[in-house]
Structure formats: C-alpha cells, structure tokens
C-alpha cells in the first residue's frame, strides 16, 4: 500500500510539473500579427480594409449606393469592407461579425461606427449645450455614458467629438461643437476624448473617438456648410488646431478629415495639414477616415481632375479610410499595379486600420460588443437618465433675470407654458440623436407639471415652427391673461441647426417674435426658454423680456431639468461658451479679438455724436448682446481686489493670481470664476484678451472663498513671428472676473523666458 501511494504521488508531481509550469503559448506582438496579416493580404483584400459604408438605418450624406443589410454579405465575405456606420443591435452586429470571421479569407473582423454626438438611447444635451456647463467631470461622463450604451448596442467607434472652433453662428454645425474659444475647447475635447475610450480600448464598455473636422471647419466664409477657409498658418495654429493636438494628446484613435478646402486645398488632401502638421510634426500613428465622400467631392472642388486621381492625393496625404465614397475600392488596385501610387503607402494605410482593430480587441473576441443581456441592461439604465438630468441642468444658461422672477414659488397659482416648444418631444433631442426615441424625451410642460406642485398649467401652442400662420395668437393671448407668469418655449427645432443646416438669419423662426411681441403686451411676467443650437440674436427679448434662459437642446430630461430649474431645486451655473450677437451683421463675433490701428473703446451712440473713423458700426455697439463666459445665478458673487504675488517673473517663474469671491446672496449656487491675459506687444499682434484659466466652485450663502490661478511662461505662449511657439518677454494684463467683459485687471511683465 505504501508502494502504491508513492507511485501516485510521484506520478502526480510529474503531471503537476507539465501543467503548473508550462507557460501558456505567447501571442505574438501586434506589430508582428498585423505584419504578418498584411503579407497574406491581396492588393483587393488591402484596399477593402480601406472601405467604410454605411449601413441601412439611416444616412447622413447624399448615398452612393443604397444597401439592405443582407446585401452586405457578399462584400463582406470578399473582404470588401472594413466597417459599417450607423447601425446598431448586438445581436445583428454578431451576425455581421460571424459573417467577417467564418466567411471571409483572412477573417478580418470588422468596424462598427455611428454618430455617436451626444448620447445613444440616453440623449444628452447637444455638445455647445454640454460646453455650457464648463463642468469637465460631467462632460466626460456624458461621454462615457454614450460609450456604454453604444457599445452595448454594437457600436464600437463613434464619429465625435467634433472640435471645430466655431466664431459664426450662422454655420449650423456650430451646436455639435464646444463654441469660439481654444483653451475652452481643448479642454472639452480632451474630456470628451477619454470619456469615449476610457482608459482600454480593449474593454467592451469604451469606443474608439474620431475627432472631426481637421481642420477649420468651423471657420467656413459666410458661415455657410461645406464653404471655402482661408486663413494664415498664425491663425490655423493658434485658434483652430489646438483642440485638435488636446484630444489626439488626450489618446483619440482616429481622426476625421474635413468638408472644406483650406487655402485653396481640400482638406482631405491637403499634404500640409495631414502630412507635415498631423503626421509628422504631432507624431499621431492612428487611421484617418473621411467624411462623406470627401474624397471624391475633390473633384467638385477643382482639385482632382477625376475620382482615380482623388484617390491618389488623398492616400498620398494620410486620409486612410473612404467613407461611402468608393473611390478607393475602385481605383487604388489599379494605381499600384500602374506605379502610380507606391504600395508602400497603401500598406501604410492598412496598417492603421488593423492597429485600430486589434485595439479594439476585435482580432482577439470579434464578439466582443455582441452582448444581447448587457444590451437589454445597460441601455436607457437610471443611472443613465440621472446622469442625462445632471448634464441638462447644468448646461442651462441665465441671461436675464429682471425683477427676479426666477425662480418660481409657490405663490404662483397659474403658470400659461406657451410656444411651439413647450409641448413638444420630437425637438428635445436636438440635432445629431438619430438613436433617441422622441416618445422617451420628457417635453417642458411634463416637467413642469410634474414640478408645479397645486399650481395650475394650461399651455398654448400660439404657433408651429414652419409656417408663417398667425392663427393660434389669440388662444395663446388669452392663455396668457389668464396667469400668473408666462414661460414662452420659443427657438430652433431639431432639425435646423446641425449639418447642412446654416442660416442667414439667426433670430426666431418664423413667427415666434411677432407671437412673443403679443404675449408681451399682456403685461405678464414672461420667463423665455430658448432652445437652439447656436447663438441666437435676441436684441428684442433683451431689451424687453424680463427673464431669459438659453436652454439649447436638452436630451432625453429636458422637461425635467428646465422644471428643477424654473422652480429653484437647483440653481442655475452655465456660462457661455460663445458671444451672443446684437445684430447677425456682427458675425463672426468672437471675444478674442485683436485690436485695430483705430481701434474703437467706446459705446454706441447716435450718429454725429463721436469721431466717424473708428472701426465701429454706425447703426449698433461694437460688443455682443451677451459675452463669451456671460451666465448668471439666481445668487449674486462679489469679487475682492485681485493680487499678484509679484510684479514681474522669469521665465522659469511662476505668477500667482489670489482673489477672494463671495456669495452675496441667499441661495447656494456655483460661479465660473475665469482668468484671462492680454499681451500688450508681441511680434505679431495678440488678442485684446484670452481665456487661460477657470474654476467651477460651489458657495453656501454668505461664504467667501480665496481662488488661486497659477500661470507660468508656457500659459502666455503662441505662435510667433518667425513660425516658432514661445512666450515673449514684455507687458501683460491679466484679468479676473465671472464673465469675459466684466473683469478686474491688473499689469505684469515676463522678463525673460526659456521657451
């Protein structure tokens, strides 16, 4: 029996040997996996990796060719796409996937994109509306609640965040952006960027960002879609690039190319911007992929003689993947096989893609976002919806409160919700939420009857938001004298603003004015809830409307939100992220300007009355109706003298900036508190101001609170004369307050510096 027990335990320290201490089989590097997979590939199999289509829920660009989703199969298993977008499903997308993997040669899995802007089921308030939070935290955990119920429907790359500084609210595509300032947008980008992917790829609950447009975009002439950009070099790096480096430094994966020329080049071929800045001089290894057929649009542009040759500038440039344009499935095979185009920038392209692959973990579980349980759990979650309320009412912008109207109490007994906002879910959304039910959207007047406890709420539609008919006025009049206060639900729809949606006159739609105009005349109190997706021009309500709120687009708690805030459950902390006009004559309109050689200081009078050879209008002021950084509070903030903890630093040195704030009212409420700089003399001319930093803090009534700004020698560096970035030595102002108009000053000078 002894015998026997030792034999087994012998036998076993020799079993236990082989499989405690054999290591398990390595993978190879994904440098030499994608190596390997580019040297089976075929030229045709190389150029379907480059081939992104859209799939048949809906389109978001003029279609090549119209697809049914079965009719994928056949390009699928010949490996002639790399990608679907928009479209969704776990279960649908693991059809796709299993056709990819089992079916095609190499097995290559594939992409699955979408529009992801601002939230999937979960609609959170459009991007300028998020911007308006200047919360940070919470602009990325709206994104990375987007994440998680994107890719618990399939989605594995979403095309945002859109990065492009906006000056011209004329351009539609403004509410999909972060507004008119860099520093403002960096920041933004960045958190928007990390709340996409996380901290892994790999992990199934991140997505893979696309940062759009590169670049200047935004800065369209005429604020028209799609239009002509021309600027200098000083401009692009200094304004419109900067967001742009924030969110590939913050770890996007990928890049999208631009709609526009710039200085006379096509975005998506121009090899300065794509090659020399992008690749070379930022160092960034991720694949770009078109817009909708940008590519071939080089045509329409002048600049391609045909699509074959399209192809062959923008592969040449770095634009690695064609969106719905075909130009590369169809002629990229022939340019290598000709010599016209090097293989070796082909296969460079390919690499990319696959990188972005194997990132995603889809080489090693294709599956990976094909969870139908976590699909039924995660999406519309309460958790979700509490962070889409958060985000909503933080987004929320008080422009005016004359009288304090706001917020409501108790004594009010008969609120009149009137305007053909206030009983509508379809617009709640806002532009860019192709994957939001409007059936789920809370719309205002179910929030606020949710929220106006033993009041009574009647609504009136007064009118509609297309047509010019002024029939409902005198039901909407009579709402009206039959209340306590008025909340007028006035704005844009969803649907204009957004892409392709630029307008020559920013006012109300329609008739909107001429019915505000009517309740006005009643002589009730009126509070106005203005939905948009841009700055408005409000001169009228301004100068006549006693209380404004800029509600944007909202999401999915809208109703909700505007209600916690109409009635003072919370407070109301946002700040604009862009200047709203007094005329849409001033357009662009943005509060970074450069001073001229006559430049105009002082205000608007009549005609006759000061020197006419100012740069100046005659007709209206030189500034905005409401500044960059404008936002009130139903509390009020005293700012104290600013200090400096000296006069003048080195360039290794740093400037402290200390100022005491204090709420000076009854209510508990957050102040933006913002820091700003003026470079009196650089070699070349510098804004008259700049946003360099901002804090968001929270006060109890009657508290006070020392806030401290560190700057250093980078914090006043830009773009010099001679192309190089770098501070200069010389006079500063730097400035302190809660907007970008109102602010304390006070001088400094950098004596020197080493950058």
């Given amino acids: 029996m002894k015998r026997f027990t030792a034999t087994c335990l012998v036998l076993f320290l020799i079993l236990f040997s082989f499989t405690s201490f054999t290591p398990a089989p390595q993978k190879a590097p994904i440098e030499k996996r994608i190596e390997d997979l580019l040297a089976k590939m075929t030229l045709e199999e190389k150029v379907g990796q480059l081939n992104f289509v859209v799939g048949d829920l809906f389109n978001t660009g003029p279609t090549v060719r119209t697809s049914q989703s079965d009719k994928f199969n056949d390009a699928i298993k010949k490996g002639e796409i790399t990608g679907i977008f928009n479209i969704h499903g776990a279960e649908y997308v693991g059809k796709l996937q299993k056709l990819a993997v089992k079916e095609s040669r190499l097995g290559i899995p594939l992409i699955i994109g979408a529009d992801i802007i601002h939230g999937f089921k979960t609609v959170f308030p ?108 000083y401009l692009l790096r200094d304004v419109y690039l900067p967001p742009f480096k924030a969110a590939l430094d913050a770890g996007s994966a990928t890049l999208m190319s631009a709609f526009n020329e710039l200085n006379g080049v096509p975005a998506t071929g121009n090899m300065f911007t794509m090659d020399q800045i992008l690749r070379k001089e930022w160092g960034f290894k991720g694949a770009v992929i078109s817009d909708w057929q940008n590519i071939t649009e080089m045509v329409n542009h002048g600049y391609s003689k045909d699509h074959a040759q399209a192809a062959e500038q923008a592969l040449r440039a770095g634009t690695d993947v064609d969106m719905m344009g075909e130009a590369y499935l169809k002629f990229v095979p022939e340019l290598v096989k000709s010599g016209k185009l090097d293989q070796k920038i082909l296969d460079e392209s390919v690499r990319r893609v696959l990188w972005l692959k194997f990132r995603l973990g889809l080489f090693d579980n294709p599956y990976l976002y ?238 006759g009355s000061e020197r006419v050879y100012r740069s100046r209008y005659r007709d209206v002021p030189n500034t905005a109706l409401y500044p960059f950084g404008y936002g009130l509070s139903y509390t009020t903030f005293a700012y104290g003298q600013p200090k400096l903890n000296k006069s003048s630093i080195g360039g290794n040195e740093n400037l402290v900036l200390t100022v005491d704030v204090t709420n000076t009212g009854k209510y508990t409420g957050e102040e933006v508190v913002q820091l700003y700089i003026q470079d009196l003399v650089g070699s070349t001319a510098r804004p008259v101001k700049q946003l360099k930093k901002f804090q968001k803090l929270s006060f109890a009534p009657g508290e006070k609170k020392t806030v401290t700004f560190t700057l250093n020698a980078s914090d006043l560096s830009f773009w010099r004369q001679n192309m190089t970035f770098g501070a200069e030595p010389g006079d500063f102002k730097i400035m302190v307050g809660g907007n970008s108009r109102d602010v304390q000053t006070l001088p400094f000078t950098l004596t020197s510096t080493s950058i």
């Fill in 126 to 233: 459009i991007p300028l509306g998020e911007s308006a939070s200047w919360d940070l935290a919470a602009i990325e955990n709206g994104s990375r609640v987007a994440a998680i119920e994107s890719t618990a429907g399939g989605i594995n790359l979403t095309f945002a965040p859109m990065v492009d500084i906006s000056r011209d609210s004329r351009w539609g595509r403004t509410a999909e952006g972060a507004g008119e300032d860099p520093y403002l947008g960096s920041l933004i980008a960045a958190a928007r960027v990390k709340g996409f992917q996380g901290k892994d790829l790999a992990d199934p609950r991140t997505m893979a960002a696309c940062v759009k447009h590169f670049v200047a975009y935004g800065a369209a002439e005429a604020g028209r879609d799609y239009n002509t950009t021309d600027m200098s070099e």
């Fill in 370 to 607: 094909s969870d139908v349980k976590r699909e039924k759990k995660e999406i519309r979650s309460k958790e979700n919806l509490a962070a889409a309320f958060d985000m909503a009412r933080k987004s929320m912008v008080l422009l005016k409160n004359q009288g304090n109207i706001l917020p409501l109490t108790t004594a009010t007994k008969k609120i009149a919700v009137i305007g053909p906002l206030g009983n509508n879910k379809a617009d709640m959304n806002g532009t860019w939420s192709f994957f939001g039910e409007e059936q789920h959207a809370v719309s205002f007047l179910e929030g606020i009857k949710k929220y106006a406890k033993g009041a009574e709420v009647t609504f009136a539609e007064g009118c509609d938001l297309y047509t010019n008919s002024t029939d409902k006025f005198a039901a909407a009049v009579a709402a009206a004298r039959n209340a306590d206060v008025v909340i007028m639900a006035i704005g844009e729809s969803a649907v204009m603003n957004g892409e392709g949606a630029s307008r020559a006159d920013i006012g109300l739609p329609g008739v909107q004015l001429d019915l505000v105009k009517e309740i006005h005349k009643t002589g009730k109190p009126i509070v106005a809830l203005v939905s948009s997706g841009r700055a408005l021009e409000l001169s009228w309500l301004g100068q006549n409307i006693p209380t404004i709120m800029a509600t944007w687009s909202l999401g999915s708690e809208a109703g909700n939100a505007v209600a916690s805030v109409l009635f003072g459950e919370y407070n109301p902390a946002g700040k604009l992220p862009l200047s709203f006009p007094r005329h849409v004559g001033q357009l662009p309109l943005y509060y970074n300007i450069k001073n001229t050689g006559r430049m105009y200081e002082g205000t608007h009078s009549e005609p």
